[in-house]
């Protein structure tokens, strides 16, 4: 039950494109196994004309071209070609085009145009620019009234990023922003037995005040937070990130690690930082394993089955890109004021991260079976420079996901 809502929850539903003459919500097929649209369900709101001769497509978008050929993970566009994530392909005498092309292509190609935003799933064609080197003729389906006339042609200006703002005194940051924060375990789960924390303190005791020092980090920075638990309760591993779903930018899970019994139980210390992947070590395997054990605290049964499947879609996903990144980000502010190992940015099945539709990460904050670590991590001190050293990261993350939107670098990952 659960891994179908997971299965449903991550594999984009549908796409809302948002013109100035309206809205349209375009379900997402996966039935080839890449996401895909079907092209007469783009041609109203998009004004989007398609003319199919044997295997060849032409799709004419904001009167610019595109060819493709049905089965063919390619097409051109002003005489040069690019890849696709899947093909154009015939269904049901209806064709489908990549939403590779639709999100991911038209926005770089036709910047002044389009613009998606990953975290709503939002293609939002742009009114006609005032300032443009080059103005766009209009489209010829769409009929909204010409625009006045314009200004002799100046530099194409910088595009600004929408509902742009002063920016904020301390961050720099133009939007208002939500982060979720979930401290790990609580109530009945109390996580990891916490070997080094003095006066019985367990795993879900040191998250739950991370998590509320975290929460008063960003709020300090002009950041909304909500916190999944501010308590000692349990909430269920695939209930934690629906917190994270209308109003939400980022999801961040706060953990402790914890070695086995065994040799070397004791020695290994320091922080490291996950996103969802498939686990590629024994080490990254133990970890999800150790925090997906949360489970048996639930009443809902899980099939574990299909989250293979789940995760390979994932690759596809920007959000994993997304989440590493700000693991990236995270991993190198707390390893900087953590006494422990920087053991780097890892990779692992949570299914906490899972079902969360935003860039989502799960930090490790250090060992409960390392003397070291464990007075760090039981400390106030040790605490607050944990939190201020995450929320250091998101903000810096945050900053560079607003330099994205508005543009600069020429289009999402390429600045790199
Ligand atoms: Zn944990």
Not at 237 to 255: E, Q
Request: glycine residues 8%; aromatic residues 6%.
């Amino acid at each position: 039950m659960m891994v179908l809502l997971l299965l449903a929850s991550l594999i984009p539903q549908q796409v809302l494109i948002a013109t100035p003459r309206g809205q349209a919500s375009i379900p997402v097929s996966n039935e080839t196994g890449a996401a895909a649209v079907a092209a007469v369900l783009l041609a109203r709101p998009l004004g989007l004309t398609v003319s199919l001769d044997g295997s060849a497509v032409r799709v004419t978008l904001d009167s610019r071209v595109f060819d493709f050929d049905v089965g063919s993970p390619f097409f051109r566009f002003d005489g040069a070609t690019y890849p696709l994530v899947g093909a154009p392909y015939v269904a049901r005498d209806t064709l489908f085009l990549p939403l590779h092309w639709l999100t991911g292509h038209v926005p770089r190609l036709l910047p002044n145009k389009y613009r998606w935003n990953p975290w709503l799933a939002r293609l939002d064609e742009q009114p006609a620019p005032i300032l443009a080197t080059a103005p766009v003729p209009p489209s010829p389906i769409a009929a909204p009234p010409p625009p006045p006339p314009l200004p002799p042609p100046l530099p194409a200006p910088v595009p600004q990023p929408p509902r742009s703002a002063a920016p904020n005194p301390i961050t720099g940051l133009r939007l208002p922003h939500t982060i979720v924060v979930d401290p790990g375990h609580g109530g009945i789960d109390p996580g990891n037995p916490g070997l080094n924390f003095p006066g019985g303190l367990t795993e879900k005791d040191i998250t739950l005040g991370i998590g509320k020092l975290l929460r008063a980090e960003l709020v300090r920075r002009g950041l909304n937070v909500v916190l999944t638990r501010s308590t000692d309760t349990l909430i269920e591993l695939a209930s934690r990130p629906t917190f994270c779903r209308a109003v939400c930018d980022l999801f961040v899970s706060i953990h402790v690690n914890a070695m086995p019994a065994g040799k070397r139980q004791t020695a290994v210390n320091g922080v490291e930082t996950y996103f969802l992947s498939d686990a590629k070590t024994e080490d990254q395997k133990r970890v999800a394993q150790m925090e997906n054990d949360a489970l048996r605290f639930e009443t809902t049964p899980v099939v574990d089955g299909p989250l293979g499947f789940i995760l390979r879609d994932l690759q596809l996903n920007e959000y994993l890109r997304e989440s590493a990144r700000l693991a990236e980000l995270v991993q190198g502010k707390v390893s900087r004021i953590h006494p422990g190992e920087d053991r780097g940015v890892q990779q692992g099945p949570f299914l906490v991260l899972a079902a969360a539709r935003r860039p989502a990460i799960l930090v490790e904050a250090g060992f409960a079976t390392n003397r070291s670590d464990g007075a760090f991590l039981a400390s106030a001190t040790g605490q607050h420079k944990i939190a201020a050293a995450i929320a250091d990261a998101i903000v810096g993350y945050l900053l560079e996901f607003e330099r994205k939107l508005a543009g600069v670098g020429g289009g999402s990952g390429q600045a790199r």
